[in-house]
């Protein structure tokens, strides 16, 4: 029994890159992710998905990849410098990259996405356990073809970014969610 | 810090109705177990899914009709008791209903599939740190007419059940899972 954990889960919120400093999760912390995210429930143990760590130098790369794509996109030089800040800032930043088998015979797509889900869902709730934080992103970049060439094989699916870092302000603080009302009813 | 979060996410593991007695979670915990997942990830805060909880005489009523389903495709009487029987020996099957907006203008179906596989986890994450135990299950009967009739409204969709109860051995108690090799590499 361990009802803390059920308090990490539900104190757990994102974070953005503004509220996040150095120390980044280390190669212990990162290991630790993976390993949660890899026992998140996952029908016939597909593991339909990986991470692909961006930290130290890598940052600089990824920005000038996110500075590019925005200064094509027409975006005005603020918004660009806010694209390269994006990836310089989060002390880590872990693309999230799903491999959906389309023609499984058991596991139909959505159960895959789900063990996507519960996998992002683990890693952040390790996070978050071992005193880090951070949030998901995503939005239509994920799709630009540079992007998805940059991190991507074949089949694969880029689905966002984690950034992660040790927060600036305390976590946990947030007033608490109102339960929605038909979430769990009797059948 | 709550490093014992992460053991509960690394040790939980999915264990069948064979394995599981009474008591089920109760009122208090089920709905902390809702709380968890309404706190995992989810673009835009859709809360893409719910849960329909099957207790006490509610079981007999399920039991009825997986053995009606059985009946109905040919399955021959051992089957058919074998049906009825995983509805009765769950101290409760809770049945997960997405309820996925196909149109929406920003978050992406796959996305709404990740969140309600966040919600799964931290289900099933929240029961373990409480002292229970249980198990996803899905399959075609998912799809079946009368299945669907009987949980989803218009535009849901099914996902599967959790069953859940007192595990009758100790859980955790598995040999660690290995680390898939390429799960986490630096970019």
Redesign the interface.
């Known amino acids: 029994?361990?009802?803390?954990?059920?308090?990490?889960?539900?104190?757990?919120?994102?974070l953005g890159v503004r509220h996040l400093t150095e120390p980044a999760p280390d190669d212990a912390a990162?290991?630790?992710m993976?390993?949660?995210?890899?026992?998140?429930?996952d029908?016939a143990e597909l593991?339909p998905f990986?991470?692909?760590?961006?930290?130290g130098a890598?940052r600089e790369?990824?920005a000038t990849l996110f500075g590019q794509i925005a200064d094509a996109a027409g975006r005005d030089p603020e918004s660009v410098a806010i694209e390269r800040e994006r990836a310089l800032r989060a002390p880590v930043t872990?693309?999230v990259i799903?491999r959906i088998d389309l023609g499984h015979p058991l596991v139909p797509q959505?159960?895959q996405?789900?063990?996507?889900?519960?996998?992002?869902?683990?890693y952040?709730?390790?996070a978050?356990?071992?005193?880090y934080a951070g949030k998901?992103l995503?939005g239509r970049k994920v799709r630009h073809p540079a992007v998805v060439e940059a991190?991507c094989k074949p089949g694969e699916?880029l689905?966002g970014w984690i950034v992660l870092g040790t927060p600036t302000r305390p976590t946990g603080s947030r007033s608490p969610?109102a339960?929605?009302p038909?979430?769990?009813?009797?059948?």
Do not use: Q, Y
């Not at 996405?113 to 683990?122: C, E, F, H, L, P």
């Open positions: 029994m361990c009802p803390d954990a059920v308090r990490v889960m539900i104190e757990r919120h994102s990162l290991a630790l993976a390993e949660a995210a890899l026992h998140a429930p029908h593991t990986r991470f692909s760590v961006v930290r890598a790369r990824l872990v693309a799903a959505h159960e996405w789900i063990a996507v889900g519960g996998a992002i869902t683990n952040l709730n390790a978050h356990g071992l005193g998901m995503s991190f699916t689905v969610k339960l929605v038909d979430i769990a009813t009797d059948w």
